[in-house]
């Protein structure tokens, strides 16, 4: 059973180009949340996703950035326009119900912004 | 809103002390979680739990859900435990996004 993929892995960007990152949930799992680790900070919650539906949005810049989680293929965390700022760690967790909402997180994928 | 204390921030100990790693928090929860991170590298989910005490290995976690406190316990640690521990509570309900604290450095010396 393959756990939480994330791609890319690293991924560089000039000041106002787009990027977009992809998660794909564990087997079986249809929540999905983002999270964003700013370099030498914590980890601050983003949004929170089912199937076709974002169920809380309260974490994500009001500008720039939107999330979703079609019925088919990975969820997309998408930052339009990128700023040095938006450099950071970006981890995409699952969970599932019937597994208590453990969270299960990927790998992440590293913005650097130039 | 949470807010979620760990301590200490930095810790380094030698190889074999007995290490704890603590955490509170404001608001009552449906779960709380601790992770492991090591540098550079991904997040791992080491436990999840809502009441009492939880072992796996050299691991311990428990809760006092009276106290809003949980602690995280290494026995006979190992340089291969350096790593960030970051403590993070589901508010109630368990669905939600979690809430994290800002973690604690561990190194081990050898």
């Known amino acids: 059973n393959a756990g939480v993929m994330q791609n890319p892995r690293h991924l560089v960007r000039r000041r106002g180009q787009e990027a977009r990152l992809r998660c794909s949930p564990m087997?079986?799992?249809?929540?999905v949340y983002w999270y964003r680790q700013l370099p030498e900070e914590g980890l601050k919650f983003m949004v929170y996703?089912?199937?076709?539906?974002?169920?809380?949005e309260s974490g994500m810049p009001k500008e720039r950035f939107s999330a979703e989680f079609p019925k088919e293929g990975p969820s997309i965390l998408r930052i339009q326009q990128v700023v040095r700022g938006d450099s950071a760690a970006y981890f995409c967790?699952?969970?599932?119900?019937?597994?208590?909402?453990?969270?299960?997180f990927g790998p992440g994928t590293r913005l650097t912004v130039t | 809103k949470n807010e979620v204390e760990q301590s200490p921030q930095n810790l380094t100990a030698q190889e074999g002390e007995f290490i704890t790693i603590n955490c509170s928090y404001s608001?009552?929860?449906?779960?709380l979680h601790w992770l492991q991170q090591h540098p550079g590298g991904g997040i791992v989910s080491l436990f999840m739990l809502s009441s009492g005490k939880k072992k796996h290995g050299r691991l311990i976690a428990t809760i006092n859900i009276q106290e809003k406190h949980s602690s995280l316990h290494i026995t006979a640690s190992h340089p291969r435990d350096s790593a960030v521990y970051i403590c993070?509570?589901?508010?109630?309900?368990?669905?939600?996004?979690?809430?994290f604290g800002k973690g604690t450095h561990l190194i081990i010396q050898p």
């Open positions: 996703l089912q199937k076709e539906n974002i169920i809380d």
């Open positions: 608001v009552g929860i449906s779960a």
């Open positions: 993070a509570v589901s508010p109630g309900g368990g669905a939600d996004g979690l809430t």
């Open positions: 967790a699952s969970s599932e119900p019937g597994q208590g909402y453990e969270q299960y």
């Open positions: 087997k079986g799992h249809s929540h």
